[in-house]
T-cell receptor, first 113, second 112 residues
Framework: DQQVKQNSPSLSVQEGRISILNCDYTNSMFDYFLWYKKYPAEGPTFLISISSIKDKNEDGRFTVFLNKSAKHLSLHIVPSQPGDSAVYFC????????????FGKGTSLLVTP | DAGITQSPRYKITETGRQVTLMCHQTWSHSYMFWYRQDLGHGLRLIYYSAAADITDKGEVPDGYVVSRSKTENFPLTLESATRSQTSVYFCASWRAGRNEQFFGPGTRLTVL
C-alpha cells in the first residue's frame, strides 16, 4: 500500500518558468518530508526537506510547501533550468520508524530551453 | 574519498546463486539502509540498521539477509537469487543534525 503518492509520472516545463511537483501522503504519523533528485545511473541526492511543524521551507530556487490538513506537499522550482531535468522523489518518515524513508514513485521533470 | 560506496556497480547472476552487495560509508553514521528501485514502485526499504549488530526489516525483506559487524559496512546478501530480485539497489546512511539520508551510487543486479 503506497503511503506516499506522486500522481504525475512526468512534467514538462519551459526554462525560466515555475515547476510545481506534487506529493500526497496517507500516514498521519509522518512528521518529516524530503525531496530527492535523481539522475540516471546515480543515487538520489537530497534537495530540500520540511518538518511537520512548518508549512514552508525555502532554499534558493527551491521551496517546499506542506499542507498537513490535506496531507499534501509540493515542490516549487523557480526559475526552472535545463539542469533541473531529472526524476524527483518525494519521501516521508515517521519519528518511530528509525529514520526509514517511504518514497513516492517519482516525477520525471523535463525543462526545455 | 568521503561518502558511500557500493560494489559491485553491476552484477549479473543466475537464479539460485548467492550474491552479496557491499556498502561502505566513511562518515561513521549510525543508521544505514538498503532500498531497491523498480519501475512503478519508486524506492522500497529492504532492511535498515540503527548501529552495529542492530538490524530491522523494512517493507520488502523476504529473500534478503543483512549483517552489520562494523559501523561503516552494511552488506546485503541474496541467499538464493530469484528473477524478481532483478533491480537497482541503493545503500544509504542517515546524517544526524541535517536529518537527511545520503545515498550511494547504486548496484544494478540482473538475475537470469
Amino acid at each position: 500500500d503506497q503511503q506516499v503518492k506522486q500522481n504525475s509520472p512526468s512534467l514538462s516545463v519551459q526554462e525560466g518558468r515555475i515547476s510545481i511537483l506534487n506529493c500526497d501522503y496517507t500516514n498521519s504519523m509522518f512528521d518529516y518530508f524530503l525531496w530527492y533528485k535523481k539522475y540516471p545511473a546515480e543515487g538520489p541526492t537530497f534537495l530540500i526537506s520540511i518538518s511537520s511543524i512548518k508549512d514552508k521551507n525555502e532554499d534558493g530556487r527551491f521551496t517546499v510547501f506542506l499542507n498537513k490538513s490535506a496531507k499534501h506537499l509540493s515542490l516549487h522550482i523557480v526559475p526552472s533550468q535545463p539542469g533541473d531535468s531529472a526524476v524527483y522523489f518525494c519521501a516521508a518518515s515517521a519519528a518511530n520508524s528509525g529514520y526509514a524513508l517511504n518514497f513516492g514513485k517519482g516525477t520525471s521533470l523535463l525543462v526545455t530551453p | 574519498d568521503a561518502g558511500i560506496t557500493q560494489s559491485p556497480r553491476y552484477k549479473i547472476t543466475e537464479t539460485g546463486r548467492q550474491v552479496t552487495l557491499m556498502c561502505h560509508q566513511t562518515w561513521s553514521h549510525s543508521y544505514m539502509f538498503w532500498y531497491r528501485q523498480d519501475l512503478g514502485h519508486g524506492l522500497r526499504l529492504i532492511y535498515y540498521s540503527a548501529a552495529a549488530d542492530i538490524t530491522d526489516k523494512g517493507e520488502v525483506p523476504d529473500g534478503y539477509v543483512v549483517s552489520r559487524s562494523k559501523t561503516e559496512n552494511f552488506p546485503l546478501t541474496l541467499e538464493s537469487a530469484t528473477r524478481s530480485q532483478t533491480s537497482v539497489y541503493f545503500c544509504a546512511s542517515w546524517r544526524a543534525g541535517r536529518n537527511e539520508q545520503f545515498f550511494g551510487p547504486g548496484t544494478r543486479l540482473t538475475v537470469l
